[in-house]
DNA sequence: AAATCTTTGCAATATATATTGCAAAGATTT
DNA sequence: AAATCTTTGCAATATATATTGCAAAGATTT
């Protein structure tokens, strides 16, 4: 099973770029490719056709359609659905950790539609698209989610600050210069430690500067008060030991998604800057 | 669906023997005839090549290939994974954002099943549990992934340097440390930017070294070389515009479960002094 | 900077596949 | 049985696909 996946592994001489490319085409879309003749395949990875075979004959395939029946022979092995929900069956009985976070997470990710709503969605995009700059405050459980977040709102040309895991006294200090039209989203959680210190302390303040606030997390921050102008609670369906926050993370890329829609120039804008900034520190 | 089977009956022309010997093949065994050419279904039904082209226009198909798109279409549709898809791409057409990144990410997550095994996972645990200091280095696009592993490694009582984002020169100068019996986790993703800088020299300096390394990542890690003691490379259905991990962050998320059960002392010692000298600072 | 090696696209060629006219064999009608 | 129609394979042709030599561009070494 898998045989291109291993024979590529285990191939041990030199891959060009056009060669990598192809290979990743090959093995993100196999089912794809099945179909595909070489100077198709070629087209997808913007690669000439005869790289398409000359790729083939040096992972020692006889030629194009040869590697192409291998990956036919793998994409059978694979399909059938059967195959697939038998293998989850097994490796559960296994005991098997991998199987069971997939399974964890999936159910997780089906519950978000039933907690937030794209209307939700929208309104918190609208209240970014008219934010002067953007807070982001949490705890370091929340720091992958404001990692993520941050980047893709700087992308979007926008202006973000991090505040993580601040003491009272810090997080009051950094929030001087909030100002009317900022906006200020909190990620709270539960376990093991719940909320950013001083949580309501900070939309209380906000709410006085005239700043708009978002709280993002888990059913933890449905009883905040005062209450934020958004609230995005998560619910999970096990609420267990997980420490992933998938449906969290996946509510954070909706806004940031929509907001980029809504906002396209502005957000073409970020990525030209970034661009130049890119090849301007590259120049010195 | 089944269009072809639907096409096939509502006919009314006349059929010869010969087209319905090949009817009842493509029919019977439509998941092998997708790759045939005109004259090999010609072959299998002990009929003329002419005789198929002759039919597939009878059929209303403008030749051959244009009927064998068909069949391929009816196969792709009941193979159970293109259902799922499918169920997406309309709900992309409804314009929902959050709706299609679940429907997405769900893929994704069951597409991990495929692409790393429990056998990988205990693997790079091993490693892990073996570690002196554990490195994680990437680019800013793996920050979340870093951020949440390095968490999840400390927690374990494990110690762990992220080298995120270094020019090749900084990080040669953060390595000089790496020792013989530390591992390097080191996480490449194709788009935008591909790998680390000095990915390749990296790997070849912990192997010199005598330390182990894994590799995290997308589908172009695979043809990364030197190889790494282990690759856990997870290759995603639609290989979009996403920006979210999902799966490799699973796979991260698994590692450290698997690591924590190996261990459940070290882990107990790391969460006691944790939690000791979070009471310590509290009490200044 | 010059020399060498590597990679890649182009264009020519080779091969595979699909299509069609024609004729022969078989079926059907008169 | 003769005439006509239908079906099919063969062989010629058209089209699509795969492969390769060659040269240019780029990367690497000297």
Known sequence: MENFKHLVESYDGKLTTADRDLISIILSEPSEVVYLSSSELAAKANVHASTVVRMARKLGFEGYPDMRKSVRYDVDQNSGFANISQQRRT??????????????????????????????????????????????VGRSSAEPLMVHLNRRLRRAGLRVETLLNLQRRDMAERLISLQENDVVIAFGFQAPISLPASFEALIKHAQLIGAKTINIGDTSILTVRPRANLTLSVSRPDEGAMQLRSGVMIVCEALAMTLANKNPERALLGLESLERLRSDMQGE
């Open 91 to 136: 490796s559960i009985a296994h005991g098997s950790n991998l199987a069971s976070l997939v399974e964890g997470e999936m159910a997780a990710l089906a519950a978000v539609l039933n907690s937030v709503s794209q209307g939700q969605i929208d309104e918190g995009a609208q209240l970014l698209a008219n934010a002067d700059v953007i807070y982001l």
